[in-house]
């Protein structure tokens, strides 16, 4: 199989994840929160890539287990791949020792650019004037998880540290570099941060395990920002995983919506999972772009439509002049990296802020285009620079990432999320959840043996909902392990009392959700006392 139509193949699809997030009102409960356990059979055609994920719970030997089947390790997560003959068994083995925490196919992306033959400038100045000074690069580094950037290229190979070695098998990867990061006068392009450190891994099979393991490589590398300009309607829950592990350090990950409205407009991943910054693509005149995908987890926008790119001159046969080592390009491809580039630009100008608040900053400076105010076509906007380093400090949203429980439990993270109360007088907090983007907050608390804890949830803006689970529970929705639920409307406060008649501590989990299904986002406080 090609690598092209390798990639193809992971056009797969969990239909009701995609159906509720292309509604536009339509919320997630708790989207791919619950780790899956599929495992290889009636669904073996789905694992286009010839190998099974399977994840591990930490410790209890499970390396040992895994060098008996060749099972390979996925960086920064407790997980690894294997052969999908091997899959049954070695899942088998884990599962004797208590170990197994997930399975699922190790699906693939795909990537989408048209090339047009004109070079222009207009891209960059559209989300940054052209007199606008920018901070000297540093520490900021953008990840490039896609095609091996070429080391040939003038205006990045000075600032391009490669993750793993390979060879370039195409162009993309270093078209998307060059939105970010070309430097003044080293070749036809400028990127939005001319000289921002660019790591790039590339990817060899596109599949979701490959996208997990570079994630892990930019993490450890130090990135503050990760670009992939690369889709597929099939969310895996490993790749989210990875994602969610990377927002946890502090690292923001931006993707593009992709370029299919006409050929049914399907919801694509990773840009439709939470915490990821989903950019669509609009043209010179500041107008969607008629491939750009739109639904509801769209963030923001920027230009797709003519973008100029660097192309390395061995692959440089799109516009005509094969010696200018440039063309431009269409594609929400482009549109997502001029965004990380943008992202990377707020890192560096304010180190304070944590990545939440620089995703906040994007969607808050975005220039509205009509239809006013947010749609599915455009997010927020068009993304502004200028605008969004004026803005004040966003509220900072505490304990993210906190959407399901396999995030605070430990499964996905490694580590359970630190307790919100463990028993004193009092503990609150005031934060923030998004139908699709934090669609669930969940916080753990501890209560004493025949303790009881009196939590209030009350709405700033939006509507709240209030539950609470026992730590038993695998799903932050439902009844079963549920042990209060409050459902109040508009500004009312929601109240729960919990009791502990056992002769030991226990930890519950405390469940806020957002219960109004037209509304972008909610802020709440949540308290809880003896």
Wanted: net charge neutral; hydrophobic share 45%.
């Amino acid at each position: 199989m090609s690598r092209a139509a390798a990639a193809r193949a992971f056009c797969l699809l969990t239909a009701t994840t995609a159906v509720a997030l292309a509604a536009a009102g339509n919320a997630v409960a708790e989207p791919f929160g619950q780790p899956p356990m599929e495992l290889p059979g009636a669904s073996a055609s789905k694992a286009s890539a010839g190998d099974w994920i399977i994840g591990v719970r930490p410790g209890g030997g499970s390396d040992r287990i895994a060098s008996r089947f060749n099972a390979q390790p996925i960086d920064g997560l407790p997980a690894f791949t294997v052969a999908a003959a091997r899959a049954r068994a070695f899942a088998a083995a884990l599962e004797h020792q208590r170990l197994l925490a997930w399975a699922e196919p190790d699906i693939r992306a795909e990537r989408k650019s048209a090339y047009e033959g004109r070079l222009g400038r207009w891209a960059r100045v559209a989300v940054v004037p052209a007199d606008f000074s920018w901070p000297a690069p540093g520490g900021v580094a953008v990840a490039v998880l896609d095609d091996r950037v070429d080391s040939s290229v003038s205006d990045l190979n000075q600032q391009t540290t490669w993750l793993n070695s390979g060879q370039v098998e195409e162009a993309h990867g270093t078209m998307v570099a060059s939105t970010i990061s070309a430097v003044v006068g080293r070749g036809p392009i400028v990127g939005v941060f001319p000289g921002t450190p660019i790591l790039s891994y590339g990817l060899t099979s596109f599949s979701c395990a490959d996208v997990a393991r570079g994630m892990g490589k930019a993490v450890a590398a130090g990135a503050r920002v990760v670009n992939m300009s690369l889709g597929s309607e099939d969310g895996c829950f490993t790749m989210n995983a990875a994602i969610q592990r990377a927002y946890a350090k502090d690292v923001l990950s931006v993707a593009s919506a992709g370029n299919e409205f006409n050929e049914g407009n399907p919801t694509e991943y990773p840009a439709a999972f939470p915490h990821v910054v989903s950019v669509a693509a609009t043209d010179s005149k500041g107008r969607v772009s008629e491939f750009s995908n739109a639904n509801a987890a769209v963030d923001v926008s920027a230009p797709g439509v003519g973008v100029p790119v660097d192309m390395p001159r061995r692959f440089d046969n799109q516009d005509g002049d094969p010696s200018d080592g440039a063309t431009t390009a269409d594609g929400t491809s482009f549109s997502a990296p001029i965004t990380a580039g943008a992202a990377a630009w707020i890192a560096a100008a304010r180190p304070q802020l944590k990545v939440g608040q620089i995703a906040d900053l994007l969607k808050k400076g975005a220039r509205d285009v009509p239809p006013k105010g947010y749609d599915r076509n455009t997010g927020f906007g068009i993304i502004n620079i200028p605008a969004a380093l004026a803005l004040p400090a966003p509220m900072l949203d505490p304990q993210e990432p906190n959407d399901s429980v396999a995030l605070v439990d430990g499964t996905t993270l490694g580590a359970t999320t630190p307790l919100l109360w463990a028993g004193g007088d009092r503990a609150s907090l005031v934060a923030k959840i998004d139908q699709i983007k934090d669609p669930v907050d969940i916080y753990r608390i501890r209560i004493a043996a025949a303790g009881a804890a009196k939590i209030s949830l009350t709405p700033k803006f939006g509507g709240v909902d209030l539950t609470v689970y026992t730590a038993s529970t695998k799903s932050a929705s439902g009844s079963r392990y549920r042990v209060a639920y409050s459902k109040k409307s508009g500004r009312a406060v929601d109240r729960a009392t919990v009791r502990n008649a056992a002769s030991t501590a226990r930890i519950f989990y405390v469940v806020v959700r957002d219960n109004d299904k037209n509304l972008l986002n909610a802020e709440y406080t949540l308290r809880i006392s003896r």
